[in-house]
C-alpha cells in the first residue's frame, strides 16, 4: 500500500508519512510577498498622501481669500450703514472719493461724514484679514444726489496665488445700493 496518489488538476499531492498535503499550482514558485511589491505600494502611498498635502495648502489659501473677500464686503456695508445716518451729505457729494488704507484722514470733529470716513478707513480698510493699511487696500466711494451708491474695496489677494487677467493679484468687491 503506497501514501503517494495520482497528480489531480488542482495541484499535485505529495505524501509525508500518514498525512497527505494537495499544493495550489499558483504557489509552486512564490512563497511571500516580493520586495518590489512592498516598494510600488509604499510609492504610489507616497504619491498619494503628497497629491493630499497640495490640496490641503491650497484649500487653505482658498479659505484666506475668501475671508478677506467677505471682510470687504462687510466693510463695504459698514460704510454703507454709516451714510444712511448721515443722508444729507451722502447725497451731497460729501463721502464721494477713495481713500487708502495706509493714508486714513484723521476725524477733525468737523463733520459726521470726516468722522465716519476716519473710523471705516482705520477699522475696516485697515483691517489684517483684508490687507492691513498698506497702500494696495482702498476703498472708493461715488453717492449721487438721488442716494445710489457705488461702494468700491479693493485689496491684494497674492496670498490666495490667483493672478486676475489683468495680470494683478488684486481683488475688488463692488456694492452698490440706494441708501
Known sequence: MSNIHSMAPAGRVA???NRTHRMCPA???QAGVGLIEV???VLVLSIA???MAALQARSLSTNN???ARTMATIAAHSIQDAMRADIVNATGGVYNGTLTADKCPKADGSSLANAQ?????????????IGGAVSTTSGKIQCTTSGFCTI?????DSKAGAIA???TTTQSVITQGIL
Do not use: E
Open 15 to 17: 505524501a509525508a508519512g
Open 27 to 29: 504557489r509552486l514558485g
Open 39 to 41: 516598494m510600488i505600494a
Open 49 to 51: 498622501f503628497l497629491g
Open 65 to 67: 481669500s475668501s475671508m
Open 117 to 129: 470716513l476716519a473710523q471705516w478707513c482705520a477699522n475696516a480698510l485697515a483691517n489684517p484679514a
Open 152 to 156: 468700491t474695496v479693493s485689496f491684494d
Open 165 to 167: 487677467l489683468d495680470g
